[in-house]
């Protein structure tokens, strides 16, 4: 609730990844408490035991005393974790800075009523109650179990460490081998279907095709309803013209696979051959958030973006089809488009000075007559009421249509005698252009395309290697990139970077924490114990690495080096406060006394994401799911792993002194 109203504070509202940082932080919010709570209740209860019990306050305020460095130092460096979530920009800091908000709020909350309302309510509840002198039959049993493992794997310590190396090799270097996406495949329902004729296509011809398109469509199974529009409206702020068409693809509520099947359905459909096939019209299909998020990164909806920059209109088409024709040579393309291409038919009539003299005309005469043979002008007004109606006189729409006939329109000259047109001008059909597109002060064509069934990064590396080696542009004309694989290489790189400094920091305040330089580094072995969780899940959810993934694995390495922090600080308090000699005995002590707090925290992390990763992929859940699918398979390495390998580990590498008190 306190993180909520931090939240407010700050005017972010709970959308969903809000939602998702909340559920994430849920286990670390309950992570505080239990470690809390177990250690009290542990000295409690081996305070009863003693001959002389000290005092039940002085006991359950030097157990909170106990673990209170470790949990702050915790805490503390799990929310620098997330920091890097806070300064991305674009797409990607407008998805996930949320999160961030929310999780850090909500550690830091639960933080405070760690050390402060805890402590009072184990004193209130424990105090007094009947504790067992055993742990429960259930930890008992798993901690004797425990114990016999960690003393068979320090008799073959050498050769876990060296299995724990290999696989952790192994995970490392399957990460190449991995597909990336930006954002993945949002499933909402409903697809946009944009269809493109050739320039100067008549708005009776797009739906005569459409209606084709529509039929082909409405028969694939799961398909509810398809409508269609054609150009836009009179005072639209779009550009498109009659050659342009959208559909409305709706498929209503169904499961991510589903949706997949429907829309690898339509494209096959729109790519069939035959008298299936739509020749010479081009075809781009995908959701509506996914367009907007595209159009937000590079302008148009498509996931890969050229544009050609330059100056003759001529020259920048020659060099955009060339570059359409190598975008759809490459694997993995589909929906390639010239955004503004030339053909739109326009007649052009260049009068005749030379005949308007011979006339005695002048030019405005002339243009004024064909604007109202062709506009209309107003010949009158009509009043009923208070209204005033115009009265607009124009050729009919027989005779406007019929560009044929436009050069008999009779012109009087001033002597009274008729003329036509076509002795005063040249007429002719000529190719013109639906749109002229502008950027940086210079005419650009532009080359847009979709990415299917392929690592978004590595085709953006060979489209921009062919088209450097194989595309030769006029001179004067050279082309940028954008789109999604750029925006993710900016996120990745600011989130690298970032998540660099915030390691710098987390380095420093471990070394507050522990003063050993050994221990510290010690500390972070656990960390590629997560990444072959996160290596492993992936895998097995298809091997898509998306930005959600990565944000994923950012948030376990600061979610895991919590539970190393809880290990190593025991271990010191061990040596400091109980006066024993780190030995093996000392190891096994520690970890075995570490292990329910680790379990418990791990357990109620993993829950509570759970329902997260389970429904990866599905509607609401494409951007969160591979997060908490990475976080979750992350911590069943991580902590198998810490409570295995790490305690032997540090026993063989680590040093643990008794500390002077000053």
Same mark, same amino acid.
């Given at each position: 609730?306190?993180?909520?109203?931090?939240?407010g504070?700050?005017?972010?509202?709970?959308?969903?990844?809000?939602?998702?940082?909340?559920? #994430?932080?849920?286990?670390?919010?309950?992570?505080?408490?239990?470690?809390?709570?177990?250690?009290?209740?542990?000295?409690?209860?081996?305070?009863?035991?003693?001959?002389?019990?000290?005092?039940?306050?002085l006991v359950?305020?030097?157990a909170?005393?106990?673990?209170?460095?470790?949990?702050?130092?915790?805490t503390?460096?799990?929310?620098m974790?997330f920091?890097p979530?806070l300064?991305?920009?674009?797409?990607?800091?407008?998805?996930?800075?949320?999160?961030?908000?929310?999780?850090?709020?909500?550690?830091?909350?639960?933080?405070?009523?760690?050390?402060?309302?805890?402590?009072?309510?184990?004193?209130?509840?424990?105090?007094?109650?009947?504790?067992?002198?055993?742990?429960?039959?259930?930890?008992?049993?798993i901690?004797?179990?425990? %114990?016999?493992?960690?003393?068979?794997?320090?008799?073959h310590?050498?050769?876990?460490v060296?299995?724990?190396?290999?696989?952790?090799?192994?995970?490392i270097?399957?990460?190449p081998?991995?597909?990336?996406?930006?954002?993945?495949?949002?499933?909402?329902?409903?697809? #946009?279907?944009?269809?493109?004729?050739?320039?100067?296509?008549? %708005?009776?011809?797009?739906?005569?095709?459409?209606?084709?398109?529509?039929?082909?469509?409405?028969?694939?199974?799961?398909?509810?309803?398809?409508?269609?529009?054609?150009?836009?409206?009179?005072?639209?702020?779009?550009?498109?013209?009659?050659?342009?068409?959208?559909?409305e693809?709706?498929?209503?509520s169904?499961?991510?696979?589903?949706?997949?099947?429907?829309?690898?359905?339509?494209?096959?459909?729109?790519?069939?051959?035959?008298?299936?096939?739509f020749?010479?019209v081009?075809?781009?299909?995908?959701?509506?958030?996914?367009?907007?998020?595209?159009?937000?990164?590079?302008?148009?909806?498509?996931?890969?973006?050229?544009? #050609?920059?330059?100056?003759?209109?001529?020259?920048?088409?020659?060099?955009?089809h060339?570059?359409?024709?190598?975008?759809?040579?490459?694997?993995?393309?589909?929906?390639?488009?010239?955004?503004?291409?030339p053909?739109?038919?326009?007649?052009?009539?260049?009068?005749?000075p030379?005949?308007?003299?011979?006339?005695?005309?002048q030019?405005?005469?002339?243009?004024?007559?064909?604007?109202?043979?062709f506009?209309?002008?107003?010949?009158?007004?009509?009043?009923?009421?208070?209204?005033?109606?115009?009265?607009?006189?124009?050729?009919?729409?027989?005779?406007?249509?019929?560009?044929? %006939?436009?050069?008999?329109?009779?012109?009087?000259?001033?002597?009274?005698?008729?003329?036509?047109?076509?002795?005063?001008?040249?007429?002719?059909?000529?190719?013109?252009?639906?749109k002229?597109?502008?950027?940086?002060a210079?005419?650009?064509?532009?080359?847009?395309?979709?990415?299917?069934?392929?690592?978004?990064e590595?085709?953006?590396?060979?489209?921009?290697?062919?088209?450097?080696?194989?595309?030769?542009?006029?001179?004067?004309?050279?082309?940028?990139?954008?789109?999604?694989a750029?925006?993710?290489?900016?996120?990745?790189?600011?989130?690298?970077?970032?998540?660099?400094?915030?390691?710098?920091?987390?380095?420093?305040?471990?070394?507050?924490?522990?003063?050993?330089?050994?221990?510290?580094?010690?500390?972070?072995?656990?960390?590629?114990?997560?990444?072959?969780?996160?290596?492993?899940?992936?895998?097995?959810?298809?091997?898509w690495?998306?930005?959600?993934?990565?944000?994923?694995?950012?948030?376990?390495?600061?979610?895991?080096?919590?539970?190393?922090?809880?290990?190593?600080?025991?271990?010191?308090?061990?040596?400091?406060?109980?006066?024993m000699?780190?030995?093996?005995?000392?190891a096994?002590?520690?970890?075995?006394?570490r292990?329910?707090?680790?379990?418990?925290?791990?357990?109620?992390?993993?829950?509570?994401?759970?329902?997260?990763?389970?429904?990866?992929?599905?509607?609401?859940?494409?951007?969160?799911?591979?997060?908490?699918? #990475?976080?979750?398979?992350?911590?069943?390495?991580?902590?198998?792993?810490?409570?295995l390998?790490?305690?032997?580990?540090?026993?063989?590498?680590?040093?643990?002194?008794?500390?002077?008190q000053?």
């Amino acid at each position: 609730m306190t993180a909520i109203i931090v939240l407010g504070y700050f005017g972010i509202g709970l959308n969903i990844m809000v939602l998702g940082g909340l559920a #994430i932080a849920l286990g670390e919010v309950v992570d505080d408490a239990i470690i809390d709570t177990e250690n009290i209740f542990r000295r409690l209860r081996e305070n009863r035991l003693l001959e002389n019990p000290r005092p039940a306050h002085l006991v359950v305020f030097d157990a909170s005393m106990e673990v209170r460095s470790s949990v702050v130092y915790a805490t503390i460096i799990v929310a620098m974790v997330f920091m890097p979530l806070l300064t991305l920009s674009g797409v990607a800091g407008k998805l996930f800075a949320p999160l961030g908000y929310a999780y850090i709020s909500a550690i830091l909350a639960s933080l405070a009523v760690a050390l402060t309302l805890t402590p009072a309510l184990c004193y209130l509840l424990f105090a007094r109650a009947k504790l067992e002198s055993e742990d429960p039959p259930l930890i008992r049993l798993i901690k004797r179990g425990y %114990e016999r493992l960690l003393r068979k794997i320090e008799g073959h310590y050498r050769t876990t460490v060296t299995l724990a190396l290999v696989i952790i090799s192994l995970g490392i270097g399957i990460l190449p081998l991995f597909k990336s996406q930006f954002i993945p495949n949002l499933h909402e329902g409903h697809y #946009i279907l944009h269809m493109t004729a050739v320039p100067g296509t008549s %708005e009776q011809e797009s739906l005569r095709i459409g209606e084709r398109v529509a039929q082909a469509v409405s028969a694939i199974k799961g398909v509810k309803s398809v409508s269609q529009w054609v150009g836009r409206a009179q005072n639209g702020a779009d550009t498109f013209g009659t050659h342009y068409s959208e559909f409305e693809v709706e498929i209503g509520s169904l499961s991510g696979e589903e949706q997949n099947r429907i829309l690898h359905q339509i494209r096959e459909t729109l790519a069939g051959d035959g008298d299936r096939s739509f020749p010479g019209v081009n075809f781009a299909i995908n959701t509506f958030l996914t367009e907007r998020i595209e159009e937000t990164i590079s302008g148009f909806t498509a996931a890969m973006v050229v544009n #050609i920059h330059g100056q003759d209109l001529d020259a920048l088409d020659r060099d955009a089809h060339a570059v359409a024709e190598i975008l759809g040579s490459i694997s993995g393309v589909s929906d390639v488009q010239v955004q503004s291409p030339p053909g739109t038919p326009k007649l052009s009539i260049r009068l005749r000075p030379e005949r308007l003299a011979l006339w005695g005309m002048q030019p405005l005469d002339v243009l004024e007559n064909i604007q109202a043979a062709f506009e209309g002008v107003q010949a009158a007004q009509v009043y009923q009421g208070n209204r005033v109606i115009s009265v607009n006189v124009m050729f009919t729409r027989a005779a406007r249509d019929d560009l044929r %006939e436009i050069g008999d329109l009779p012109l009087k000259n001033p002597d009274g005698k008729i003329v036509r047109l076509r002795e005063l001008a040249d007429i002719d059909q000529e190719n013109g252009r639906s749109k002229i597109l502008h950027a940086g002060a210079k005419r650009i064509q532009t080359v847009t395309c979709n990415v299917v069934n392929r690592d978004i990064e590595s085709f953006a590396r060979e489209m921009k290697k062919r088209v450097a080696t194989e595309v030769r542009f006029s001179p004067g004309n050279y082309p940028t990139f954008t789109g999604e694989a750029e925006a993710q290489a900016k996120s990745r790189e600011d989130l690298v970077v970032h998540s660099l400094l915030a390691g710098v920091g987390i380095f420093l305040m471990l070394y507050i924490a522990f003063g050993r330089l050994r221990n510290l580094l010690l500390t972070f072995a656990n960390l590629p114990f997560a990444l072959i969780g996160g290596v492993l899940a992936a895998m097995f959810t298809g091997g898509w690495i998306s930005l959600g993934s990565l944000v994923g694995f950012v948030t376990l390495f600061g979610i895991t080096l919590r539970n190393s922090i809880m290990l190593v600080s025991h271990y010191q308090h061990l040596v400091d406060e109980e006066h024993m000699v780190w030995s093996l005995e000392t190891a096994i002590r520690g970890a075995s006394e570490r292990l329910p707090s680790i379990l418990m925290t791990a357990l109620v992390t993993a829950l509570g994401l759970l329902p997260l990763a389970a429904g990866s992929g599905q509607p609401g859940r494409e951007i969160e799911g591979p997060m908490a699918t #990475i976080i979750v398979g992350g911590l069943v390495t991580s902590t198998i792993l810490n409570l295995l390998i790490l305690p032997t580990i540090m026993l063989h590498f680590g040093r643990f002194e008794k500390r002077t008190q000053e």
